[in-house]
Structures are given as C-alpha cells and as structure tokens.
C-alpha cells in the first residue's frame, strides 16, 4: 500500500494498519480499492501524463484507461454526446415536436413528481419559452395518484385542449393511460429511461435508451439527460428548415445543462459518459445562476459556495422534492420555470418549509420504525430483513424510511404504510449483492401482492393486510442466502492511508480533477490510521462530531451524520482520546467566511482489537 499526499504515514506498520482492520463499527472489512495488480498502471499513469500520484491512483481504482484520459478530464459534449438520432423512436418524436411548434398546437407535459421529472419539464417548458410559447403541465400527487399517467389525467389533459401529449420520466409502462389519450385524439411521445418490457405502449413514439431494441448505449442517462438528446434533435431538424432564419432566435440549449446536472445528480445515475460531461458542464453554467429559481433556491437554503454535486444531491434536491412528498407536486417544476422574482422566492421559502415540516415527519416515522427493528432483532438477531410498518404513515416518506433502516441495519428494508382499508404500500430498500427488486417480482408472481417491482437496490409494491405473514416470509426466505452472502463480503473500500496534515485545499484541487463524483464514480475515501478523537460530542440530536488529531500534532474536524445511536457514534465517544483508525471522505467547508477541509466520517475500527 502506498500513502497518498504529503506529509505520508510516518511509519510502514501505520501506514498499513487500517488493512488489518476486520471488523469495524460497521462490522466491515477495509480494502484497498486499487487491486495490487493496478499498481504499475497507476505509476504509469502518473509519469507518462504528468499526474500527481494521488489523482493517478483514483482513476486507476474506477477504471480508467489511459486512453480515455483526456475525455475523462475535461469532459465536453462535443466528445461524449452521440447523434440523439441513434435512439430509437427519436427521430419521429423530434418531428412530431417540430410540428406542434411550427403549428403552434396545444401541448400537455405529464412528468414524475421526483427531481429528475420536474427538471424535464422544465427543459421542455424553457425550450418552449424561447419559441415564444408554453405547454399546461401535469404533476401527479404522490400520495393520491401515485406514480406515472392515469387514465383520469389524460382525459383532463386533453379536455384541456392538448393535441401533444408529452410524457416524462414516465410512460414506458402506462398501456391504459396512453391508450385512452390516442382514443380521444391526443399524439403522444414518451421520453423515459425506466426499465421496458418488449411490448410497448400505444404512442407517436417512445424514446427510451432502455427499451429492449435500443442499441444506442446510453441506458446510464436520467431522463433530463433523454430530454436533452430529444432537445438537440428538434434543434437540429428546425434549423436545418431554416425556422431560425426570420424573427425567432435559436435557444441556447447549453444554458439548459444546469437542470440536466441536477436531475442526472439526484437520480443517482451512474456518472460515466455523456452524463459526466452533462455534470461537468452543468455546473459551470449553475455556477453562473442564470435559473432564477435555482439561484433563488439556493439562496434559501444558505448555499454560499459554488455548487458541487454534494449541494445538488443534499441540499437543493430533498428542497425540491418536498412538495412531491408532502403534497404540493407541482412546485419545484413552478420553480424551475419561474420568471418572477417574488414568485420564486414565494415557492423557495414554501419549499423550505415543507422540507422541514418532510424532515420533522420523518424523523418522528424514522423513529418509530427503528424502535420496531431493534424489537424485532433483540428477539430474532439473525433475521435477514428489517421490517417496519404503521397505520397511516405518510406513504411520501416510507422510501427515506427504508432507506434510513438498510443505512443503519446493513441489512434489505421494508417500510409499509397501512390505509384504513387494510391495504399496504410498500417501499423496499436493499445492499450490495442483494436483489431486492426480483424478491418483490417474486412476490407478486406468487400472488401474494396486488402489485409491484422494482431494481436491486430499490422497489416499490402494494399488498392486502392478510397477506402480510406469507409476503413477509417470501421476502426473507428468497433474500436469506443472498444477505448471508452479503454479510460475509461487506467490506469498505479504501483509496489510500492519510496523515491529517495532507488535507489541503491542494489535496482537494488534486481531486477535483477526478470529478464530479456520484454513483459510477464514487467519492474518494481515505482511512486515517491511529488518529486520536478528541472533544466528541453529539450535534443536531444524531451527529457525532469531533477533531482528529495524529501522532505529529495535526489536528483536523470530522464529522459522523446519523450516527448518535449508532456503533460508529459511541466508538467515538467513548474513545477518550485513544488511537482510533477513522474512515471517510475529505469535503470543503465554509464556517464563518472561512474555508476547510473536514472528514466525513463512515466507519471507525479500534486498533486495540
């Protein structure tokens, strides 16, 4: 193992010392991310192309080729972005668009209620805006209507007067919805990236890189990232018939990246290819605050820094998806499109409440469902599923429930909200190596739920009271073999050995290079090896925060979310200032006008063990 930054681990048994580690708080093996067998690679890399040590071996670690190294770098869309006519059904919808646009028809868009929906809408609603036109738009209500299409709001839509129905984010499986729009005489185009079975719904087009005939490459993409490409299309055939040559300027589609950076960071899709270009360059134009509800968003929320992809996904993402979760669907698309500055500081401010009044509830459902799984582990520890369910929770939050029992009980979640009708909707979170979406499939295969699916890491279902005992078991006897595997090969990969004193601001501009980070392309983590925690103390009710300090004096903050209860939390404090090895991810901070780095604690493991 070679210590990364400068000064490196004093001596060989430090440096190496987190690798012995077996058994954490978190009950996890620490490995190294870069294979020995990469070694050479990463030396290579860093000599031949003039790379500081530390950036060449993360790339190494994620794969990188030399190769693709410039691309990777500095990330452009004229490098990354493919033909959007290679998607199938694109060039159709580009020129059903066109047409509507050049005809000025009444169009409708129907987006999911999530941030990756709003901020397609909003792509197709500022690219109107520059035609000097708009469309009506429909959000669904999470908690009434559920996810994507239905009958009822087709036929408003085009009661409404649409000819163009547009879908977002959603369409791919709404047969009914989608055929009833074509009965009243409505087109329609569906632009998504969820998972597509072979039959198709009944529509003008559907433009989907993960329909099963696509052969485009770009399944990785949110669906602002297919909204995109559609955008390009439309641009290109409207230009190539010289619609640009008289009184209407073409839309500078770059300025639109800022949304798509947002929604392709909030649907955690993998950043690799064009969605790294798409973040890379989105930020830049964020960085401008040229969306007035983005920098007005931003100001509500007291984000003073240049936006990275942390801020997208921590604090302005969970903003906008408040109202979809606690009932007010419609407001980060309001948002996202607004011209008015009063208006958009009016929803900012109604968003940042109902993201408390979202963060209050939670917390008080989290709780209870916590309470439930101890209970249950206490009486049955080697259970492989964590259950928790209530009359009447907020079916919005269930996921952030279940999500919040995998974090703390490493171990596939199902939070379940009752209705007085005894009926239950579900939502099921999962970890690495399990496939909870296929149990779930399972389940509703064997008929014991009204309806359901999903991914492996995430799913949704819906199921009748007395079927709850038999479900419950199907899970867990269809998961057992997979968790116990799980458990047996968790471990935490670790990208390098640091000293306190190589966290620098030129250690983070280092690492800035390899970036943006996200799912595909995660977060540099170092280990700390036998770093003293000092004046621990719980923050906030559930942090754990505390100072590092190593064996030359160096001392440097860190910080433990979530962990107050927790085995990592009270490892911490009770450490009384003993060597701990500490574990995390290195993240600027702006405290009082002034800038540093702090330890984003995940995992701690006593040397004494």
Known sequence: MTALGSPIIDTEDRQTAFLRVESSARRLRWVERLAPSHENLAISMAQEHGLPEILARVLTARGMAQETLADYLNPTLKALMPDPSTLQGMDVAAERFASSIRKKEPIAIFGDYDVDGAASVALIRRFLFAHGLDAQFYIPDRTLEGYGPSITAFEQLVSDGAKLIITVDCGTMAYEPLARGRVLGADIIVLDHHQAEEQ?????????????????????????????????????????????????????????????????????VPLTGLNRAFVFRGLEVMRQRQNLGLRVLADTARLTSAPTPYHLGYVLGPRLNAGGRIGRSDLA??????????????????????????????????????????????????????????????????????????????????????????????????????????????????????????????????????????????????????VMQASTDAHLKIDGALMASSATMDLMAQLDKAGPYGAGNPQPRFAFPAHRCKFAKIVGERHVRCSLIASDGARMDAIAFNTAETDVGKLLIESRGLPLHVAGHLRRSDWGGRQKIELHIEDVANPRI
């Open 333 to 482: 698309t309001q948002l996202l499109t607004c011209s008015d500055e009063p208006r958009a500081i009016e929803i900012a401010t109604t968003l940042d409440h109902l993201n408390s009044e979202r963060r209050a509830l939670q917390s008080t459902l989290q709780e209870e469902a916590l309470s439930q799984v101890d209970a249950a582990f206490q009486s049955r520890p080697d259970a492989a599923l964590a259950i928790a369910q209530g009359d009447e929770w907020h079916k919005g939050l269930i996921g952030l429930v279940a999500a919040r029992l995998t974090e703390r009980f490493a171990t596939p979640s199902l939070a379940i909200s009752w209705d007085k009708e005894g009926q239950g909707s579900g939502s099921a979170r999962s970890i690495q190596g399990v496939d909870i979406g296929a149990a779930i499939r399972s389940a509703v295969g064997a008929g014991l739920l009204l309806r359901g699916g999903g991914h492996a890491m995430a799913a949704g279902f819906t199921l009748a009271k007395e079927n709850a005992g038999a479900f419950f078991n199907h899970v867990e006897e269809t998961l057992l073999a997979s």
């Open 200 to 268: 198709l719904p009944e529509a003008s087009a559907v433009v989907n890189p993960n329909r099963m005939d696509d052969i485009s490459g770009q399944g990785h993409l949110a669906a602002a990232g297919v909204v995109y490409l559609f955008l390009v299309a439309v641009t290109r055939l409207l230009r190539r018939e010289a619609y640009y040559a008289n009184e209407i300027s073409e839309p500078d589609l770059m300025q639109l990246l800022d949304l798509v950076a947002l929604a392709t960071i909030c649907d955690v």
